[in-house]
């Protein structure tokens, strides 16, 4: 029987959306205000859902402070309050945009996790945009 556990967790950031190999006037036509280049910000709002078996011991899919431990070292302290085109070296080529942060907290946070657990990542960019990730089919 799969259970799945969700987590929410925040964090502000700053961000642009850009190509440096664009120029100003086709970057101004695609992003439009968010190639602001003094950035803009965001209130991230992220739900990590994890699904497994109910340990039959515990009684637990994922013990949650496990999972709140392991949010707060690997994303919220990473990202929170940061500038993430200037200050998260995952971004210094990749455009910050709410699919490619996705992807990247996926992938941070599968390597921490049991592989017999499935991962999902909401992330609200915004109260109305939001994405959703859950890795590729192996
Ligand atoms: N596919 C994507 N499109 C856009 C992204 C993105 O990450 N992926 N990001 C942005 C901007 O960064 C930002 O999210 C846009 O904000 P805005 O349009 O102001 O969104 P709101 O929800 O605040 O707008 P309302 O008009 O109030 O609904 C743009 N596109
Ligand atoms: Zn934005």
Known sequence: MKVTVHRKAHFNAAHRLYRKDWSMKKNN???????????????????????????????????????????????????????????????????????NISVIIWNKLRVKLDPKLDLEITLYETPRNFVTYKGEKS
């Open 29 to 99: 036509q695609i992003f439009g205000k968010c190639n602001n280049p003094q950035f803009h910000g965001h209130n991230y709002e992220l739900i990590t859902s994890v699904t497994g078996d109910i340990d039959p011991e515990t009684g637990y899919v994922i013990d949650m402070k496990v999972l709140k431990d392991l949010i707060k070292e690997e994303i919220e302290d990473k990202f929170d309050h940061k500038n993430l085109n200037e200050q998260v070296e995952e971004f210094a080529d990749l455009n910050p945009t709410a699919e």
